[in-house]
């Protein structure tokens, strides 16, 4: 498509001796009222107008955006860059792979299949903290985390050789978000199109929900599945409508004692409350200036937890120094200033654009905040932290046999000191007493570990304390701050709790340089917190055994414990099996919970610990100061340690360059491989579209409630035995020690599919009537196909289903599919024969993942659910009015009839209603009609 100049924005700007072909936003009217990240996106239109697919009249409605409309016209958005973590690229590469062979079988060139966006992939999600607490946990977890992972890295390193503009980092380096930020990113990108060096605003999409982390830099950017990602490196534009703009203005600066952490958690909880999906929140005002670079990161970070799509800070001084700090070199900061200010990227707090809502906080009345016990906005106040716990408890433990008389439960809190017995209670008692009410929660347990110290486990006890993740790991601030606390409490004698798990993932090697200049590595190792890994590690459920004694004792006798991270997402069965309560806090007062030792625990009034002299040390008396936090970042942060640091940043250790690896533009797969198999998505495939048809004769999977997250959906974590997953590991010779993680096997769709709709957590309500009218949680369902309608597994249930050539539609609630960008809650929920997703409304990326797998997304009518309609899963559903779109229409509303069935209770009528169609865009339909956008791409490449 030849590039069309409707508003002749084409130019140059000399930046230093060179100059870059840029296209100006001032020539489109209308312009400067524009929020910043709308105003980068008009940039993009006026670079890609096609006359097709960018139009025009697409820049004229930018141009003239009206900022309290409802969103209705739709632009094509070409990001600069796509940027992965390997458990969801290895699907990407797997389906290029697959499509070259796919175009050589149509009769292409395997080797027109390339990113024709540049790709950079992390390799960060796949380390399991196994060993912990030791000296040699990192290189153990390391050496672990190649044999598990051999075949997927060695495909990972074909991938990096056989592919033109795809990088890969190798394991080991740190997390995706915080390489993008120090080092991937360049604000303004420049790269040579047609022989022509050109300039631009940087632009991402990443295939995890925390793309949007880059956004405190000014680079615009979001999570998109997998699916949506491999359309953006193979060309294809990001459809969406131009978003409403939320206006955050800041102002004030935090107080001394709150950290990034508090700040985030309570931003999250306002833009949660005002309600942000599918919107952008831009931060604006005077106090923009006195936010750091690394919290801006932090409040970027955590756009998905309050639901919107990006949420971005301006270009100021403090991106320009930034950049500097961390080893850009200086004409790159040069032509992000001279561009920025050229193209009124450039914040001026005085000039306010135009926004379609406005949030306003004052930085100065933040307060110490945890979240939990299983969403990332449910925030509690430090100081109501053990009301809160004592009032959740009740919904995690089973209350009937627990209630004891407060005076108990008070003399066992899970802090009591190693070797307590019950006999010290009255003592004990009288130092802790607080009137609260009659009655409490509690179930003592005593345990011993095999190497000495016995002690009282209960509800509450915390199992788990893990500095981690890419929230806060890029800021130096509270990573400092976890560090000096821990300085401080061990020179009062203060030790982590002997149940507590104490794991540290620093987001890049750069914080264990800065933790080593300063000496706050031997503090933080003087409390257990040894480096695990550089990933993920516990945030996405890779936490490997807690201790063995304490799991034993949690499974025994149904104990809901508890784990604090300082990471970004707490949802239920995410972080450890033998956990039912998360929290997510700050990286020092992860620390201190690890010193606490249970969430029954008020910091005000509890001590941690006893000094040498027998008195009472409370979190006040180790809680860092401010400045001594900013005297060491002055001393031990440098240019010099990332500029050494990323030098080789692609080039990996000896153990990733010795991998053996196949050569050729072609992938020779391994029959035996269980980690890494070709994608069925072309079996089959011609030319010719397959007209879209209606669905009849449909069954329902599953019944399910509001908020069920792609984490319900998805395989994720642990590969549970006795389960289908587990089921086909053995039959492929595949020993229980090494099934691995969901996420590690992502490149292998039968191990996926198999975990799809598998979460302990998941509640199918289907099942309940085999069941006494009890919910049993887990990936069940009934199988009609079979007498009785049995509980059976959902993976099982659908190959009977499919055999007998039966559809399926899953019914569901309000915010369906909220969470992480998982591709395969999409692609699992094709490959198990759902047709159709109706729920009461969809979370942004889940829904048009659905479309990209060729999974219509429909919404019951406004104000009704499965349930008002008196729909309970046992119908049969036909579904017409899909069949308008072979005419190039796309429906508003479809009908659906649900018809009783033999299963059905006695006297069920019929219920018939109209399905609002969210194929919202016409690019979307093209994919639905296509069968898939991977199928859309693959012809329109041939």
Known sequence: MSAVNSFGAKDTLQVGDTSYEIFRIDTVPGYEKLPFSLKVLLENLLRTEDGANVTKEQIEALGSWVPTAEPDTEIQFTPARVVMQDFTGVPCIVDLAT????????????????????????????????????????????????????????????GQTAFDDFKVVPPGTGIVHQVNIEHLAKVIYDRTVDGVLRAYP???????????????????????????????MLGQPVSMLIPRVVGFKLSGEIPAGVTATDVVLTITDMLRKHGVVGKFVEFYGEGVASVPLANRATIGNMSPEFGSTAAIFPIDDVTLEYLRLTG??????????????????????????????????????????????KRPQDRILLSNAKEQFNADLTNYADADHDLVDLTISESFPASDPPGFTPEDEHSHHEHHHHSHAPHTVSKPTPV??????????????????????????????????????????????????????????????????????????????????????????????????????????????????TAVLSGNRNFEGRISP?????????????????????????????????????????????????????????????????????????????????????AG?????????????????????????????????????????????????????????????????????????????????????????????????????????????????GGFTRDFTQEGGPQSYIYDACMNYQAQGTPLVVFGGKEYGSGSSRDWAAKGTNLLGVKAVITESFERIHRSNLIGMGVVPLQFPAGESWKSLGLDGTEIVSITGLEQLNEGVTPKTVRVTAEPSEFSPEGKQTVEFDAVVRIDTPGEADYYRNGGILQYVLRSLV
Request: charged share 20%; proline share 5%; glycine share 8%.
């Open 99 to 158: 499509m070259r062979e796919a175009v050589t079988a149509l009769g292409g060139d395997p080797n027109r299949i390339n990113p024709l966006s540049p790709a950079e992939m992390v390799i960060d999600h796949s380390v399991i903290a196994d060993l912990f607490g030791t000296e040699n946990a990192l290189e153990r977890n390391v050496e672990i985390e190649y044999e598990r992972n051999g075949e997927r890295y060695q495909f990972l390193r074909w």
């Open 202 to 232: 940087d632009t991402c999409v990443g295939t995890d929900s925390h793309t949007t982390m880059v956004n405190g830099l000014g680079v615009l950017g979001w999570g998109v599945g997998g699916i949506e990602a491999e359309a953006a």
């Open 328 to 373: 850009r070199d200086e004409q790159t900061v040069a032509l992000v200033e001279q561009y920025a200010k050229l193209q009124s990227l450039w914040h001026d707090a005085a000039n306010e654009p135009s926004y379609s809502e406005y949030l306003e906080l004052d930085l100065s009345t933040v307060v110490p905040s945890i979240a939990g016990p």
């Open 448 to 561: 011993t570990l095999a190497d000495g110290p016995t002690f009282t486990l209960n509800h509450g006890s915390v199992a788990l304390a893990a500095i981690t993740s890419c929230t806060n790991t890029s800021n130096p601030s509270v990573m400092i701050a976890a560090g000096l606390l821990a300085k401080n409490a061990l020179d009062k004698g203060l030790k982590s709790k002997p149940w507590v798990k104490t794991t540290l993932g620093p987001g890049s090697k750069v914080v264990t340089d800065y933790y080593e200049k300063s000496g706050l590595d031997k503090a933080l190792e003087g409390l257990g917190f040894y480096t695990v890994g550089y990933g993920c590690t516990i945030c996405i459920g890779n936490s490997g055994p807690l201790i063995e004694e304490v799991s034993s004792a949690i499974n025994e006798n149904d104990l809901a414990v």
């Open 578 to 662: 033998d956990v039912k309560m998360n929290y997510l806090a700050s990286p020092p007062l992860v620390v201190a919970y690890a010193l606490a030792g249970s969430m029954n625990f008020d910091f005000e009034s509890d001590p941690l610990g006893t000094d040498a002299d027998g008195n009472d040390v409370f979190l006040k008396d180790v809680w860092p100061a401010p400045e001594k936090v900013q005297e060491i970042i002055d001393s031990s942060i440098s240019r010099e340690q990332f500029i050494k640091q990323y030098a080789t940043v692609f080039d990996g250790d000896e153990r990733w360059k010795s991998l053996p690896t196949p």
């Open 665 to 777: 533009p072609v992938f020779e797969w391994d029959a035996s491989s269980t980690y890494v198999r070709k994608a069925p998505y072309f079996d089959g495939m011609s030319m010719d579209l397959t007209p879209v048809a209606d669905i009849t004769g449909a069954r329902v999977m599953a019944t399910l409630g509001d908020s069920v997250t792609t984490d319900h959906i998805s395989p994720a974590g642990n590969i549970k035995a006795g389960t289908p997953a587990a089921q086909y590991l053995t039959e492929h010779g595949v020993a229980q020690k090494d099934f691995n993680s969901y996420g590690s096997r992502r490149g292998n769709h039968e191990v996926m599919i198999r975990g799809t709709f598998a979460n302990i957590r998941l509640k199918n309500e289907l099942v309940a009537a085999v069941n006494d009218g009890q919910v049993v949680e």
